[in-house]
């Protein structure tokens, strides 16, 4: 019996083969954590006076890192190239505004919700444009496959009317919109304000608030990843909950209050 016992044993053993390391053992044995960023959006990535990323998206990685108590390493991404940045290798994750679509679930791990954000309507000075209504039949315009793109081509079919552009990045929507190519665009309230405010694109104006749901964005690994993505929901909890959610917030965003990342009978 001893002996049948101690060959079913070997047997399972066999089976069950090796251990495997996964993602957060490879990124913790590295000492590096790769972040995918996207450094058109301020503020929650941008380069400051000397080129070097700055932001709350920046920070927040920097604030994974030190968790996990590896170095930090901002990837500049575009929203296009966030997810064949991870599918590729190139990064471990996108701390990147990720919106956390069911499409994108199909190819990538979602975390919880990090950040929400609300969206408000930018046209350029001099168009009679009252409200977000006045959009119809209007040239308008985003970065391709973002949240904001996806509403705007929708509403555009819904109307029947107008025409709708998809852009590589955020800087060339915005720089369509100052040089009068595009009459509106839909971004984040924070970005809508961060590039008004900058001077950076002549002849902009936030016309109204889009009437969106609110944009969760979520930290976004391989969807195998089970591992990473049950510590970066718990890394994302405790940044709620020590208070350092609410300091980014402030540092980046201003002052106010940042948005509940729960919804009633869904997050906890």
């Not at 990535?45 to 709350?56: H, K, L, T, V």
């Not at 555009?156 to 990045?169: C, D, I, L, S």
């Not at 309230?189 to 104006?205: C, D, Q, R």
Request: proline fraction near 4%.
């Amino acid at each position: 019996m001893k002996t049948s016992l101690l060959a079913l044993a070997a047997v399972a053993t066999t089976l069950a083969g090796p251990a495997l390391a996964d993602k957060l053992d490879d990124i913790i044995a590295a000492g590096t954590l790769r972040c995918a960023v996207v450094l058109d959006f301020p503020p929650m990535g941008s380069r400051d006076a000397n080129n070097n990323p700055q932001g709350f998206d920046v920070d927040y990685c920097n604030d994974l890192a030190k968790s996990l108590g590896v170095t930090a390493e901002v990837v500049e991404t575009t929203f296009p190239e966030r997810i064949p940045a991870l599918m590729s290798g190139s990064v471990d994750v996108a701390v990147a505004s990720t919106s956390d679509t069911l499409e994108r679930a199909k190819t990538v791990g979602f975390s919880i919700p990090y950040y929400a954000f609300e969206n408000a309507v930018v046209s350029r000075e001099g168009l009679d444009m009252a409200n977000w209504e006045g959009m119809k039949g209007k040239t308008v315009g985003a970065t391709a496959g973002t949240y904001e793109a996806i509403w705007l081509e929708g509403k555009v079919k819904e109307w029947g009317a107008g025409e709708f552009r998809p852009y590589q990045n955020q800087a060339d929507v915005f720089l369509a919109l100052s040089q009068g190519q595009l009459d509106a665009t839909v971004s984040t309230v924070e970005v809508a304000e961060a590039n008004v405010k900058s001077g950076n694109f002549k002849g902009i104006k936030i016309v109204d608030k889009a009437p969106m749901v609110p944009d969760y964005v979520a930290l976004i690994t391989l969807r195998e990843e089970y591992g990473l993505i049950n510590y970066m929901n718990l890394f994302i909890n405790q940044q709620v909950r020590t208070g350092r959610y609410a300091e980014l917030y402030k540092k980046w965003v201003g002052e106010g209050e940042p948005a509940n990342l729960t919804i009633q009978g869904v997050y906890r």
